[in-house]
């Protein structure tokens, strides 16, 4: 298949073992004090990201980051014939940096007559053109059938055939109309990886439920590939295995009481403030959040947001609509994964044990049109505390694009306006419609430990997943900084 992106020269299981705690102490533990919970503000370190180093686009409201989007090929270099299969929705993670790979992809598979949705995984490392210089020495130069396959940008490619991920089917409970449609399709489908705060590698999908119609269910990556498991009980700093399982079999995860519990659910984060804790994270928007701790094999608390927390996420003005950069009743829904980061530099060695810890994810401003029909995804990025209660801390000023990216609802000239690398060619509308799948960590840092995969500095580089228009995927790279510059700070966190 021909690359997408064309030359840019510019820049149900037994108790987790991570839960052994006493189950019943952690349901019945006592409730956080709203009053201090409410005088909880952002660290200093999170005001210093609020500053906004290039202006937002006239028309379109977006910040242009100068960060590509490069291809991403299922064609390992051993293949034996060419991979005529179409992969979209790609998530993403790092492998530990001893590992004979940089990455770990798995793809959903467009179905060609096919009565049952299939995903596939494989191993990849990146490589760029020989004549641009890389942000990590370790990565490869492309050979010359690298850039036939990936295009002269490079990109991410498999060195492992594609196998299939082989996760049990599910039997959904009770479906209501036009859901019982997805229920008869067997097959999972928006794959997540992600790392536990055990240093655990996650896969969470969407498959039917046992308890409604579609749920989420979580699986350790080992048990679907056990080629990793090699890797993770291999560490060249640690003796002994890789980290128990907390998910050692296909478990759904679940919300506490039932009677909150929705026929069909999607978009949940998990996130992980230390290695023995988890949280599920249901609901981000600009009316509600709602979270809850996991206390083994799916159960959770009940809701544990804090009740006096104001909203961060707000609707578009009258006055935005009518400027065009907004459309009248968007909706906000949670993205990707969620990673915690130390407020400092890693190369600053005096700030590393004196500054907070936050978590940061992506999300999405979903905008319909007057069918209802999704007429673009914007990507916004959150951060909220990494101590309880976790309090929303900040979100994203304004929606972000990639440097090779654009979005419907404008022309391609109001797109680039302010870009001059665009005006000597083409103003083509590159990657449009594009949702962001997952976010973790670059492959190449020397962790001390597994269970630094899911945790990381400022200066850190992130990879990013993006589906194209459910037809492709794409990937970028930047640093922590990049992504979470020009911030507004939620009500009520700003310190005095």
Known sequence: MAPFIDDWSHPSSPLPTQQHADTEEILNAELIDPAKASNIKAPEELID???????????????????????????????????????????????????????????????????????????????????????????MACTDEDLEVLGPNGGLRCVTSPVEVDVPPTPAESCDGNEQLLADIPGFHDPRLFYSGRGEPILMVVSQSRYACIGLWAIDLRVVYPSLEETFSSSPRRL????????????????????????????????????????????????????????????TTTNETDPLEEPCLSEPTPEEVGGGHFMAAPSWHQATPALKLILCMRSNSTCI???????????????????????????????????????????????????????????????????????????AEWGQFTYTTTIAYAWGREENDIREKVMGYLDDEVILSVGIDDQNGLYAKAKVSELLQCLRICPGRMPI
Request: net charge positive.
């Open 49 to 139: 990201l609020t500053h906004c180093p290039r202006s937002p686009n006239q028309f379109t409201g977006h910040i242009r980051l100068p960060n590509l989007l490069y291809n991403i090929s299922m064609s390992p270099i051993a293949a034996t014939k060419e991979e005529t299969r179409t992969f979209w929705n790609p998530t993403i993670f790092a492998l530990p940096y001893w590992a004979n790979s940089q990455y770990i992809i798995v793809n959903m598979v467009t179905s060609h007559g096919e009565p049952y949705r299939r995903n596939v995984l494989c191993e990849a490392n990146i490589c760029h053109p020989k004549s641009r210089k890389s942000n990590n020495p370790r990565e």
């Open 240 to 299: 002994g295995p890789g980290p128990l399982m907390s998910y050692p079999t296909l478990t759904e995860l679940t919300r506490n009481p039932p009677s909150t519990r929705r026929s069909y659910e999607k978009n949940w984060v998990i996130f992980s403030p230390s290695p023995s804790t988890s949280y599920l994270q249901y609901e981000l928007n600009s009316t509600s959040r709602t979270f809850a701790q996991l206390v083994g094999a799916g159960l």
């Open 353 to 427: 044990n004196q500054t907070g810890e936050v978590f940061f994810a992506a999300i999405h401003r979903k905008h319909v049109n007057g069918f209802g029909l999704p007429e673009r995804y914007e990507r916004y990025f959150v951060v909220w505390s990494a101590t309880p209660p976790f309090n929303m801390l900040a979100v994203s000023q304004h929606p972000i694009l990639l440097a090779n990216e654009t979005n419907r609802g404008w022309t391609p000239e109001q797109i680039w306006d302010g870009v001059p690398e665009s005006e000597s060619g083409s103003r």
